[in-house]
């Protein structure tokens, strides 16, 4: 059997996907060994980058230009897995046929050293204290929309610099396991309650300026905290279930967090789903959009 044929186009494919998905290892399906690791080291070396900004992006210094770099790592992602996948495919389209016996044991090996590879750094930045998450709701309206992917900043300094006004994610309290977005609103030591719609902070009614209609019924506000922080948020002109609610005094740790949709959020305002939050329980602050339905959204800072 002739044992220099072009592989078919199903091995080429394969080839393709296993780079797309994971920069080099296709290369190594197509015994391309020494591309292989050139792709997986310029993988690394922009996820690294990746790492390196998200460590210095604290509310301080998160600037547009960080943005744009940002985003610029982004689409060198996608087009060093996009390379990556054109290039197995060709390497296996032109070679020889990479089923060929022989040849099995180096590509598994150099495929275990890859995927371990890339899962080690994929767990490594996640140990830096940043991550990324999916909106799944409509809770955070207008500032996160369904589908929205962001990153969150959960360093050290980011957690001790967490005040009233930024946006977080948190870990449910009744579950410690499901991940939840909402904003901070009020820190240990304050009191909290809704009266007939409107937010009260130590006995205090917090600012709201009418910015006009949001849609049918729906009205779009802007908060001010006490502390100077402002934000928009949806209010339904027919009010909803959790206009009225009992005062709140945080204890030592605790943290309250309420949904930006004021009629479409389960928060901190009821006590037997979410209720106040201990500080433990806060995975990090989010920072960045870098995916959304809308594309002028990607980029932009959460705030």
């Known amino acids: 059997m002739d044992q220099t044929r072009p592989a078919g186009r199903a091995p080429a494919l394969w080839a393709a996907l296993l780079s797309l998905f994971v920069p080099g290892l296709g290369q190594v399906y197509a015994r391309r060994l020494r591309a292989a690791v050139l792709f997986a080291v310029a993988s690394i070396a922009i996820a690294a980058a990746f790492v390196v900004l998200l460590q210095a992006s604290d509310r301080a210094t998160l600037t547009p230009r960080m943005l ?24 296996v389209r032109r070679g020889r046929d990479p089923a060929r016996p022989g040849w099995r044991r180096s590509t598994w090996t150099w495929g275990v050293v890859l995927v371990a590879i890339s899962l080690g750094f994929e767990l490594f930045p996640d140990d830096l204290g940043w ?17 929205d992917r962001f990153v969150t900043v959960g360093t050290g300094a980011a957690l001790a610099a967490l005040a009233p006004g930024d946006v977080a994610v948190f870990l449910l309290p009744r579950d ?7 904003r901070l609103v009020a820190m240990p030591g304050q009191t909290v309650e809704m009266r007939r719609g409107r937010l009260w902070i130590d006995g205090r009614e917090v600012p709201q300026a009418d910015l006009g209609a949001a849609g049918p019924g729906v009205r779009r ?23 009225d609610t009992p005062a709140i005094t945080l204890g030592p740790g605790q943290l309250f967090f309420m949904g930006d949709n004021l009629d479409n959020s389960m928060d901190s305002r009821v006590p037997s789903a979410v209720g106040p939050v201990a500080r433990e329980l806060v995975v990090g602050r989010a920072a960045v959009i870098f995916w959304s339905r809308d594309r002028g959204r990607i980029g932009s800072e959460v705030k």
């Open 68 to 91: 744009a770099v940002f985003l610029a790592l982004a689409l060198a992602t996608l087009g060093l897995n996009c390379a990556a996948a054109l290039h197995a495919w060709r390497a």
């Open 131 to 147: 991550n990324a998450f999916s909106v799944p709701s409509s809770s955070m309206l207008p500032t996160l929309e369904v589908g």
């Open 176 to 182: 410690r396991v499901t991940d939840y977005v909402k």
């Open 221 to 243: 506000l802007r908060l001010t905290l006490p502390n100077g922080r402002s934000y928009e948020v949806l209010k339904s002109e027919a009010g909803g279930q959790l206009d």
